[in-house]
Nanobody, 122 residues
C-alpha cells in the first residue's frame, strides 16, 4: 500500500509561483511512476505532468509546458511540482498519483493523494 500526502497549495496572484510536494510512504518509491493531476470545479481530472522512475523522463501537458517542472527526490520519497508564471486557469485541486511500472498519461494510477488546493487570482 502506498500513501501519498500533498502539501504546498495556497492562494497566489497571477504571475506568481508555488511549489507542491507529495510525500510518499512507499519503500519502493524509487520504482514508482509518478504524476501530478488537477481538477477544476465542474471539469474532469486532467494530467499535468509525469516522471518516470526508469530514466527520469518527464512529460507535460501543453497548458503547463515551460511554466511547470516536475521532479523527484528518491532519497526523501518526495515528488515536487514547481509552478511558475501561474495563471487564473491553473486554479484547481492538485493531486499526486503513483503506479508501479511505466508512466501513463491517463488517470490509470493505482494510488492517489487527497489533493491540495491551488487558487490563482487575476
Amino acid at each position: 500500500q502506498v500513501q501519498l500526502v500533498e502539501s504546498g497549495g495556497g492562494l497566489v496572484q497571477a504571475g506568481g509561483s508555488l511549489r507542491l510536494s507529495c510525500a510518499a510512504s512507499a519503500r519502493t518509491f524509487s520504482s514508482l511512476a509518478m504524476g501530478w493531476f488537477r481538477q477544476a470545479p465542474g471539469k474532469e481530472r486532467e494530467l499535468v505532468a509525469t516522471i518516470s522512475w526508469i530514466n527520469g523522463n518527464t512529460y507535460y501537458a501543453d497548458s503547463v509546458k515551460g511554466r511547470f517542472t516536475i521532479s523527484r527526490d528518491n532519497a526523501k520519497n518526495t515528488l515536487y511540482l514547481q509552478m511558475n508564471s501561474l495563471k487564473p486557469e491553473d486554479t484547481a485541486v492538485y493531486y499526486c498519483a503513483a503506479r508501479p511500472g511505466s508512466v501513463r498519461t491517463t488517470t490509470a494510477y493505482n494510488y492517489w493523494g487527497q489533493g491540495t488546493q491551488v487558487s490563482v487570482s487575476s
